[in-house]
């Protein structure tokens, strides 16, 4: 009897320390890896190892490996965003001082001037290089707010054409000292699209006056409706209620597209693509001043409010389209 038992008892026997040696292997591969993790050198490329072959092990270390890519890969992002962001602000400073320091020379010009008529014509000259530099600094602001994560823009219907209509007569002083008569083309004035009236009040006044600091003459400014197949939910990152729910049924949606288009200087030193980035300046055909913020701030609102903003170039016309979801 007691013989008959004795294999069962070395099978248990056996399993049992199998048991046990794979715990004390796993715990110990473990407690390894944790110590690693423990006393990396953040700035290290160290990568975590196992010398185990125990199932699971060698899964883990490579996903802590993954993380630890994925990590240094951020990093690397954030450190070159900030170099250029410094440059950016280097380049930008330079801009602020030069209309200061000229603004602080017709000032002397000013103070030491008898004639009367040559004065007003230092202290004018004063005030444009002022203005310019106060303009520098709104826009600076207007792409610092554009940028926060916590911006807060209202969701409502707004009527995109007497925006439009609003920011071009403001800049009526300015078409007719360029000798421009603009052109409005609108399908229909009572179209709403679905956004913050002040962020698209500031995205139209931008293009509008890219299209006059850089253009080389009138611009086109044209309001279509389109009709676009509705995307499937899944591809929406942040689905319109009007869209989401014609999502996978084969239905459109309704758009609205605010397009505005002029001829420029020189159109191959424009790169259409880059035309929304922090600071671009094409210096052959856009050297009329500015910022670099204006096309960039349109572009971080109309993504804040899941609205489409491009740019193309076609021959050497410029143009540059809004598209938003209709109430």
Known sequence: MMSDLLPAALLLLGVAMGFILSMATYMGELKRI???LRNRNARSNARATTNAVAPGISELADAINTELDRSAQAHVEALRRQQGFQRDLSALSHDIRTPLTGAKGYLQLAEDEMDAEQRNRHLAAASARIDSTTELLDQLFAYTKSTDPDLALTHEPVALTPLVERVLLGHYPEFEAHGWE?????DDAAATVMGDSEAILRIVENLVTNAIRHGAGAPRIELHRLDRPAPPKSEMQRPHPEAASTAGSGHTSSHLELRISNPVHDPTS????RLFERFYQADAARGAGGSGLGLSVAANLAHAMDMDISATIEG??????LTAHMA
């Open 182 to 186: 603009p052109s409005l083309e609108v």
């Open 34 to 36: 944790a110590r690693f």
């Open 270 to 273: 424009i790169d259409a693509a």
């Open 316 to 321: 050497n016309i410029l143009a540059i389209s």
